[in-house]
Each structure stands twice: as C-alpha cells, then as structure tokens.
C-alpha cells in the first residue's frame, strides 16, 4: 500500500488571533483538521496579538471558542493533540522591534513559516516590514489574505505593491473561502470529467446562467464597516465572479494554478463593461427596510445600531452581465446577492434551451427547459431537472418534472464534507497555490465592478427599498423579466 504524501511541517502565525476571524472560523477550522489527522505532527500554531496573555491563557481562550462555536462535541483525545501546538506572543504590529520575538517561537530550518493576516488590510504594510526587518522569512516563507483587498482597483494595487515589497506572488496565498466549498470545486469535475455536460457548455444548448447568494441576516454589528462598502464590493467582486469563473472558464490544460489562473483572467477579461450608458438596464441596487424574518419583526438597514440614516449603500444587487466570446454570445448570467432576504442560499441554475417543437402538448402547451441545480448551501449537492412519463396505462403518455438529486451528505456518507476554510488553511499549509487567487484576477475584477460603482455615482439613483423578508426589490424581477426570463425560487 502507498504510504500517505507528507508535506513539510510549518510553523502558522495567526496575526490577529483573538479576533473574531481567528476564533470563529481559524481555530475552529484548524481543530477539525487535526480530528482528521491531515495536520504534519511537528507543525506549530503561534497565536500573535497587541493583549497581554501567556501561552496557556491562549490555549484557554481557544478552548472556550472551539465550545462557543464547533458544532461538533470536542474530542478529549484531540484537543489534548491540538493545544499542543498552540503558543501566544504579545506583538504590537506595529512596532518593528517586537517582531524579534519571533525567533523564540521559529524553527525556518525544519519548518516552513505560514503568516496568516487575519488583521484589518491597514496593517498588513506594518506586518510585512516586521517580518522583513526581523529576518525571520525565507524563500519557502508565505503569507495568507483575507478579502477585502481593497475598496477599488487603486486601493487593491497599493496593498499588493505592499506585500510585493517582501513577498513574491508565489509565496502570497490570497483567501476567498467559497473556492473551498465542495460544490465550487466540483465544478471543475462536473464540466471537465463528464462528456455529457463537456459538450453540451456553450450558446448552443445553454439558455441562461443565475447566480444567487442570499443571507437572511442583517449587519450583525457590522454597520460602519458595510456602509464603506456595500453588497456589490463585499459580495459581487469577489464571491459571485469567482463562482462565475469557475462556470465559465475554458478547459484548462491541466490543474496546476498556473493554468487554472489564465483562464480565470480570460473570463473576466471578456466581461462586457457595464457604464453609465447601461447601468439602469444591467443592474438594480436595493437597501432593505424593516420587514419580518421567520415571523420575527426586524429593522431597516437604516434603523440598524449605528446607522447614519442618509446612507445610500447597497444590501442587495442584481446584475445582468454578459461575456463576450465564443463560448458565452448570447448567454446571460444573472448574479443577485442580498441581506435580509427571504432564506440563507447560495447557488448555480443553468438553463437548457426549450426544444423547439412539443409533442407532449397534453402534459405542458411548453416543455419547460432541463435544469442543472447546484447548491453551495446550506445543503451541498447538485440536481438535475428532467421530464419523465408518469407511470400509468392511461392512452395518453403523460410527463412530469422530475429531479436527479446528488445530495453530497448523502452520496458521500463515509467522506467527511469539510468547509471552505478547512481546505484553504490545509492547502496554505500544504503550498498548494491553485485555489488562491492571483493578483491578476484581483485587479481584474476591480477593474470590472470599479466601473460599475463609478456609473452608480454618476447616476445619481438612490437604491430601490424592498422590506426584508423578501428576494430583493421588484426592479430585480424587472431586470430578468424583461428578457422573458425569470428567476429561480
């Protein structure tokens, strides 16, 4: 039997380690990978922030977070294994000198050193110039981004010249968690590992594409954050353009980065620019006021804690967008993403064109076009909607709609499904650049929605209300119906 691939253990630097993102998502994402036993055993987690704590009392701090928020119950046996690996250094990132603590904790000779960012974008500049001037990088050094990259093209460009000061873009890992969802990655299988969709991709059985991210929760706490922001820069930029790379792409010559990349930028390169001359047709902004989540009344986004009550800011966007090549001429892609909307959902419909002539008239005066379902959440999995004959002696043949339904919980019982974040951190860990996204790609995108957001300013249209509860505001149903289409419910 083939002894299992190691990889060289590292030493992960958590800046940030006691904020939310550390203990809601990094902690807890860490823990599940060492319940499955995919962690390297000499591998060390230093724990960096501007508190004062001893290392035990952070090894404490991550245990009342891994109660807090694991679903799971937690193994003795493991959380035994996985304090282990935990320490804490006190750093004000930014003071360079603190940084030489770094060498109490650092093994560069027998461990690669993974830096996780997990600070506000303003001092990754602070952290890069400590770790440079401390002398703790090598060559197999690498750092890790979250999102947001910037508010625009010129924002992001200042940030990655940054990094670029100390890291070279192969050692520069940037994190958008929807490209470790099961269902996105499958979506390389699907395409490329099955003929009957392989051939079947383009303007010539496609009809449509709609894309949805909803969340039914509000801010959260986060007001002045979003309101600098919006759903089109939080949202659209980065998790609905990557979803549609992945839809649209060419084959790539093989699974490496390099090649998973260039075609990515392709798509977004053959993006139709959306300006001032067609913003109102392409696009619909929305702000939610107060409304009713399952039964419960809630408030506007502009009676949330801490609103300023002339804010113009987006929470919901609907876009048609088009791409111009070969592949995709004619084909429309509906993105939509919101808060407060009707449910928590995230996922892919691709129609197939109508057949042009109906001979089952008795069952639909139309047959209504087969559809490839792809769910992202909250339940993972993908359907297809076919016509099938009700079963039955009856003279006439008679159809129905009926799904195909590849549930991956059910499909996959001895698998384990992990999330997003999970195979992100391992991949980190592990060096494996091809789900992390490239500075192209970013600036890329920027360039795309910056047009958007600059047509958006000039028009001088406030965003359209809809109560929360609801999939958004009646301009969105508007958008696709024009086209004679409508959106998925």
Known sequence: MKDKKTFKPCDLIIFGALGDLSRRKLLISLYRLENANLIEP?????????????????????????QEF???????????????????????????????QLHTVLDTENRVTVNYFAVAPFLFSNICQGLAQSGVLTEESRMVMEKPIGHDLKSSQVINDEVAKVFSEKQVFRIDHYLGKETVLNLLALRFANSIFTTNWNHN???????????????????????????????????????????????????????????????????RPIT?????????????????????????????????????????????????????????????????????????????????????????????????????QPNEGVEVEILNKI??????????????????????????????????????????????????????????VDSIQDAWRHSGDDPKSYPAGTWGPVASIALIARDGRAWEE
């Not at 003279?395 to 992100?424: C, M, N, P, V, W």
């Not at 992390?436 to 360039?447: C, D, G, P, V, Y």
């Open 70 to 100: 694991l679903n799971d119950k937690l193994d003795d046996t493991v959380w035994k294994r996985f304090s282990a690996r935990l320490s804490y250094l006190k750093i004000d990132l930014t003071q360079m000198a603190e940084y030489q």
């Open 205 to 271: 059985t496609i009809d449509h594409i709609q894309i949805t991210v909803g969340e039914d929760i509000g801010i959260e706490g986060r007001w002045e954050y979003f309101d600098k922001t919006g759903q089109l820069r939080d949202m659209l930029q980065n998790h609905l353009l990557q979803i549609l790379t992945f839809i649209a792409m060419e084959p790539p010559v093989n699974l490496e980065a390099k090649s998973i990349h260039a075609e990515k930028i392709k798509v977004l390169e053959a993006l």
């Open 276 to 376: 001032l001359a067609n913003v109102d047709e392409k696009t619909v902004r929305g702000q939610y006021t107060a409304g009713y989540m399952k039964g419960k009344a809630v408030p506007g986004y502009l009676e949330e804690d801490g609103a300023n009550t002339e804010s113009t800011t987006e929470s919901f966007v609907a876009l048609r967008v088009d791409i111009d090549n070969w592949r995709w001429a004619g084909v429309p892609f509906y993105l939509r993403t919101g808060k407060r909307v009707t449910s928590k959902r995230t996922e892919i419909v691709i129609y197939f064109k109508q057949l042009p002539h109906n001979i089952f008239k008795d069952s639909f005066r139309e047959l209504p076009p087969n559809k490839l379902i792809i769910h992202l």
């Open 42 to 66: 000499d591998t060390h987690i230093i724990g960096v922030d501007r508190h004062t704590h001893t290392s035990a009392e952070f090894v404490e701090i991550a245990h009342k977070s891994l």
């Open 391 to 448: 079963p039955g002696i009856d003279e006439h043949i008679k159809i129905q709609k009926t799904k195909l339904d590849l549930s991956f919980s059910e499909a996959f019982k001895k698998s384990r499904i992990f999330g997003g974040y999970e195979k992100l951190v391992l991949e980190a860990m592990r060096g494996n650049p091809t789900l992390f996204l490239s500075r192209e790609e970013i600036e890329q995108a920027w360039t795309w």
